[in-house]
């Protein structure tokens, strides 16, 4: 089954312990990206990456790492979460960033920072 | 400004009924526009690209207006089971990210 994985569904953490939040796609798409969405703000782009040791940033990326070193992975790391990363987090794959192709978004993972 | 701009609704309509949304952008390059659907703390789905010359699929009608830079939205004949977030997204010419619309509510009742 195609689909987009993310882990853990469901975080709970403190203020400034690093953590990871794992995105893997199984359909070998070049396109892969990382959203957080809040009541009122929306999905806002956090990181972007179009291939293999490709990122770049979206509209709120501090705070935030990401890397792509596999084409399926995109992992999402807060070195030091803040509450205000408090939030639910989207990644999302797609054949091409650039192109008119559907955009696959795994199911989401909920953080808290206390 | 913001890129992309939704009336948040909500909207409330009985079932049967015919509803529009609009979005409007602010980026006259963008190139690529779509709709998704969000159903309550799930992740957006694709419900429909957005063509130039329109897109119909099933009860859904999407509409692209350059010259005034909004797309549309219709549902007819309206289900208990189109209740959801409706939201736009564009991608400009310039760039990569796909930037959403904040949504639009949808309620229909019984």
């Known amino acids: 089954e195609a689909q987009v994985t993310q882990n853990p569904r469901y975080l709970i953490t403190v203020t400034g312990k690093k953590l990871t939040v794992t995105c893997s796609q199984n359909?070998?798409?070049?396109?892969m990206s990382w959203y957080r969405q809040d009541p009122g703000l929306g999905l806002r782009q956090i990181y972007y990456s179009m291939n293999v040791e490709v990122t770049d940033k979206g509209d709120v990326p501090e705070g935030y790492k990401v890397s792509r070193k596999e084409k399926r992975n995109f992992p999402l790391i807060l070195e030091s979460p803040s509450p205000n990363q408090t939030s639910l987090y989207f990644c999302a794959s797609s054949l091409e960033g650039r192109t008119a192709y559907e955009q696959y978004f795994g199911p989401g993972t909920r953080l808290t920072v206390t | 400004r913001k890129e992309v701009e939704q009336d948040p609704g909500p909207f409330n309509v009985p079932e049967g009924a015919t509803v529009a949304f609009n979005c409007t952008y602010s980026n006259s390059a963008s190139q690529s526009f779509f709709w998704y659907r969000q159903d309550c703390r799930k992740e957006p789905k694709l419900l429909m690209s957005?063509?130039?010359s329109g897109n119909e699929d099933g009860r859904f009608t999407a509409q692209l207006n350059r010259a005034s830079q909004y797309i549309s939205l219709l549902i007819r004949d309206s289900k208990l089971s189109d209740s959801a977030t409706y939201l736009c997204?564009?991608?400009?010419?310039?760039?990569?990210?796909?930037?959403f619309g904040k949504g639009t509510s949808l309620l229909v009742t019984p």
């Open positions: 997204a564009v991608i400009p010419l310039s760039g990569y990210a796909l930037n």
């Open positions: 957005v063509y130039s």
């Open positions: 359909m070998n798409h070049e396109y």
